[in-house]
C-alpha cells in the first residue's frame, strides 16, 4: 500500500504516525495492498479556498476528502489482475486541528489520527448526513482508533522492552558483535 504524505502547512507533526493511522484504517477496512493514498497537510487559508471552491462553505475545516477511483469490487473471475487503486486525497489542517484538540482536550496527533480515520472512511464512501449513517460511520471511526491506539501501545511498550533489554545486555557484555565492516571498493 503506498501511502504519501506532504505537509506544507509550516505546523511539525509526526508525518510517519498519521500514515501508520491511515494504513491501520485501510488495513482494518480490507482496502487492497495496492490501493494508493495521498495525504496533504496544509494550512488554514488553503483549507478554507478548499472548503469554499469544493463545498461552498466558508471559512477552513480539519479534513477533506477527495475519492478518485471507485473500488471495483464487481470484477469478472477471469479478469487480469487490477493495478494499483488510486482511493484519492486527504487533506488535513493541523492548525485547525489544534484548535479542536485542545477543546476536546487531546493532543494534536490524537486529533489527526481521528481526522485520518475520519478521511479514509470517507474515501471509502462512508457518510454522515443522516443519522443511521452517522450513527455507523462514528462507530466504525470510534472502534477503528481505538484498536489503533491498542497496538500503537502495545508496539511502543515492546520497543522500549526491547532498550531496556539491550541496555541490561550490554551491561553484562552480552551484546550482539558489529557486523564486519566491508572493505572500501577499489578505486576505478
Known sequence: MSIEIANESGVAVDEPSIVAAARFALDRMRVSRLAELSVM???LDVMADLHERYLDL???TDVM???MD???SARRPDA???GPTLLGDLVLCPAFARDQAHKAGHSLMD???LLTVHGVLHLLGYDHAEPAEEREMFTLQKRILADFKTERAAAQRRAAQRR???KLLGAVGLTAPE???QPDEPAQ
Request: a negative charge.
Open 58 to 60: 466558508p471559512g477552513p
Open 65 to 67: 476528502a477527495f475519492p
Open 80 to 82: 487480469p489482475d487490477p
Open 41 to 43: 497537510l496544509v494550512g
Open 111 to 113: 486529533e489527526l489520527h
Open 164 to 166: 531496556e533489554d539491550d
Open 70 to 72: 471507485e473500488l471495483d
Open 179 to 181: 557486523p564486519p565492516k
